[in-house]
T-cell receptor, first 117, second 115 residues
């Protein structure tokens, strides 16, 4: 069965620290997709990144970077030089194409990141 | 300009009432979803529609009935509201080409409080 584990429930850092949010997934499929979403205190869910299982290149977007390691089934997210505006709950999610073209996102429980001034 | 919109943003109602939440997307996506997020932030898929056809129906009480009049709209009607229905309900949409999976875009959420 598919599963996404975000072992860190809450993380607290001081501004300008680097922080890594862990995501470990389980799947039996060879083709799957991984996502990260951000939910700031205002409540909306913001898409951050999508990664195909065949694309193991790491991605960098400004202060955000993602490390995809198929060997360890992990898709970790690092924020460099964190800022107070990065405070949010971050969700990792996994999706597969199931029978009948059915798709469903399997969500982790989220990691609540607090960046303190 | 809003990509996925939901109304209302807040809904406070009493147990036993019936209420609806509306969702519209202007992204041209084929697939729309309803999620429930509880107080612990756990996100649970409820329903998914592709081109007005129901494709995902998780174990949701049949007091919840989705309706998709066209592929840009997916409404959620809830009958006989219960205290446990209090949550934030999110609508989302995505493209769904045959052999690929794209990200979902979420509405702002509807905070439902049942008293």
């Amino acid at each position: 069965a598919q599963k996404v584990t975000q072992a860190q429930t809450e993380i607290s850092v001081v501004e300008k620290e680097d922080v890594t949010l862990d995501c470990v997934y389980e799947t039996r499929d060879t083709t799957y997709y991984l996502f990260w979403y951000k939910q700031p205190p205002s409540g909306e869910l913001v898409f951050l990144i999508r990664r195909n299982s065949f694309d193991e290149q790491n991605e960098i977007s400004g202060r955000y970077s993602w490390n995809f390691q198929k060997s360890t089934s992990s898709f970790n997210f690092t924020i460099t030089a964190s800022q107070v505006v990065d405070s949010a709950v971050y969700f990792c999610a996994l999706s597969e194409i199931q029978a009948g073209n059915n798709r469903k996102l399997i969500w982790g429980l989220g990691t609540s990141l607090a960046v303190n001034p | 300009d809003t990509a996925v919109s939901q109304t209302p943003k807040y809904l406070v109602t009493q147990m036993g009432n019936d209420k609806s939440i509306k969702c519209e997307q202007n992204l041209g996506h084929d697939t729309m979803y309803w999620y429930k997020q509880d107080s612990k932030k756990f996100l649970k898929i409820m329903f998914s529609y592709n081109n007005k056809e129901l494709i995902i129906n998780e174990t949701v009480p049949n007091r919840f009935s989705p309706k998709s009049p066209d592929k840009a709209h997916l409404n959620l009607h809830i009958n006989s509201l219960e205290l446990g229905d209090s949550a934030v309900y999110f609508c989302a949409s995505s493209q769904e080409p045959q052999l690929d999976i794209y990200e979902q875009y979420f509405g702002p959420g509807t905070r439902l409080t049942v008293t």
